[in-house]
């Protein structure tokens, strides 16, 4: 996934070539968030059969004060909905269950495929962080 060309294009190379690469893309990104921030990426996966088709979870970022949002599916599942309910889903044990009540996004111009469903998930545009990391778009979403 992490080599699609929509990755690429809206998330970025990760350097991720071999399976050695994956496996430690997986380790020290991955593994690591949970091990120093208590939360990150969860698997997405179909409920018939137990297939991982995506990323979904939280980040935290060193330009934020809150973790943001991030979502990434394999290209056959985009438009179905999965992102939406997984979204949902993470948001709701965000606030609920780890009690954070502010959220970020952030997203490269020009993707309107992600600003599109963070609108329906309720975020909206903000500036403050942006200049941290500029060429992005950030939105912001309160509990």
């Known amino acids: ?22 496996e430690g893309y997986i380790k020290n990104n991955i593994w690591a968030a ?4 208590g939360f990150g990426l969860y698997a997405v996966e179909l409920k018939p059969i137990p297939m991982p088709i995506g990323l ?20 056959d599942y985009v ?33 309107e495929r992600s600003v599109s469903l963070l609108g329906r998930l309720g975020f909206k545009r903000t500036t403050s962080a942006v200049a941290a990391e500029p060429g992005i778009e950030l939105f912001q979403l309160r509990a």
């Open 1 to 22: 996934m992490l080599n699609e060309p929509s990755w690429l294009e809206n998330i970025g190379d990760r350097g991720v070539r071999t399976l050695a690469d994956a």
């Open 34 to 37: 949970y091990r120093t921030c």
């Open 56 to 75: 979904c979870g939280l980040v935290q970022r060193d330009f934020l004060s809150s973790p943001d949002l991030g979502f990434a599916l394999l290209p």
């Open 79 to 111: 438009g179905h909905g999965y992102a939406t309910e997984a979204a949902r889903a993470v948001i709701a044990y965000a606030h609920a269950t780890l009690r954070i009540a502010q959220l970020y996004a952030i997203v490269q111009p020009g993707n």
